[in-house]
């Protein structure tokens, strides 16, 4: 037996985006819960949620009147909902805003952690457990800080929150804005907690290219002549999907790292419709996981 379910991550800039002129800015959150639900996924992971924003309740008519998880994880018309759960990054003088995760199944779990690397820049990873055809999944939102170093350590916070937290042999999703857009992060991340990228799983060419080097290391053993290993070793860069500005998407911010499952498709929702609606695109991934 198999279970399959879709996941997806968004940064949905707090349901608020400038207009086209970048006067004014527009309430776009009725429309983005409806965009939300169409993607028909089973677990979405959300960065920049706004939790309490008294102004924007002041400003915008219909603005919502419980926060933002709470309110996505309606459907319009209510006809099926999601459980939701909340971390706050950021508080300020009119609320606060953090990550979120919106799930078709239980969540038994849930923990958030501050990341934040200095006074600046508040961020956070949200840790939830959902139960999924009675396995226990875990999931961590992540938003990560716009500075290098700085992403640099949040990783290291992450990759040992995970080892000390997650069995070894748990399911895993690690999704949201990784802020990394020259890659400096996946390869390590790949490596010490043997997770895989959900759109470099389908793109194995560079698997391939190693497989031949090391046939061609065999060879060259057979015949007398010995290599060092780590000159055979070619440099791996764990590809992701451009997701920043999301008109014209360009920087690989936003990524869905796994362990457990296998990718069956994934890909990123593109045009103006979706640009209306955040900065960021989302980022959908089709998984299985086989049951023995």
Same mark, same amino acid.
């Given at each position: 037996m198999s279970t399959q379910l879709r996941v997806a991550t968004y940064n949905i800039h707090k349901g608020v985006l400038r207009d086209l002129f970048g006067l004014r800015r527009v309430a776009r959150i009725h429309e983005l819960r409806a965009r939300l639900h169409e993607l028909d996924a089973d677990l979405i992971l959300l960065q920049e949620v706004q939790g309490q924003h008294e102004r924007h309740a002041r400003r915008f008519e219909h603005w919502p009147r419980e926060p933002q998880d709470v309110f996505l994880a309606q459907a319009p018309g209510l006809r099926h909902t999601f459980e939701s759960a909340y971390g706050a990054n950021a508080h300020y003088?009119?609320?606060?805003?953090?990550?979120?995760?919106?799930?078709?199944?239980?969540?038994?779990?849930?923990?958030?952690?501050?990341?934040?690397?200095?006074?600046?820049?508040?961020?956070?990873?949200?840790?939830?457990?959902?139960?999924?055809?009675?396995?226990?999944?875990?999931?961590?939102?992540?938003?990560?800080?716009?500075?290098? !170093?700085?992403?640099?350590?949040?990783? #290291?916070? %992450?990759? /040992?929150?995970?080892?000390?937290?997650? &069995?070894?042999?748990?399911? *895993?999703?690690?999704?949201?804005?990784?802020?990394?857009?020259?890659?400096?992060?996946?390869?390590?991340?790949?490596?010490?907690?043997?997770?895989?990228?959900?759109?470099?799983?389908?793109?194995?060419?560079?698997?391939?290219?190693? !497989?031949?080097?090391?046939?061609?290391? #065999?060879? %060259?053993? /057979?015949?007398?002549?010995?290599?060092? &290993?780590?000159?055979?070793? *070619?440099?791996?860069?764990?590809?992701?999907?451009?997701?920043?500005?999301?008109?014209?998407p360009w920087l690989r911010m936003d990524r869905i790292y796994l362990r457990g499952f296998a990718v069956r498709d994934a890909r990123v929702p593109r045009g103006p419709g979706w640009a209306r609606l955040s900065d960021h695109s989302p980022v959908i991934a089709d998984l299985e996981r086989g049951h023995g």
């Open positions: 003088l009119h609320g606060h805003h953090g990550n979120a995760l919106l799930s078709r199944f239980p969540i038994v779990h849930r923990d958030h952690r501050d990341f934040s690397d200095h006074a600046l820049e508040k961020r956070g990873v949200l840790h939830c457990v959902v139960e999924v055809g009675g396995d226990p999944v875990h999931c961590f939102v992540v938003h990560f800080g716009l500075l290098a !170093r700085s992403r640099e350590r949040q990783l #290291d916070a %992450l990759i /040992d929150w995970i080892h000390r937290s997650v &069995p070894a042999e748990a399911p *895993l999703i690690i999704g949201g804005d990784f802020n990394d857009w020259r890659g400096q992060l996946s390869r390590r991340l790949c490596d010490e907690i043997d997770v895989i990228e959900a759109f470099d799983s389908l793109r194995p060419g560079m698997v391939r290219t190693q !497989r031949a080097v090391w046939f061609m290391r #065999d060879r %060259l053993a /057979d015949i007398g002549m010995d290599v060092e &290993p780590e000159s055979l070793r *070619l440099p791996r860069r764990v590809r992701s999907a451009r997701t920043f500005p999301a008109l014209v």
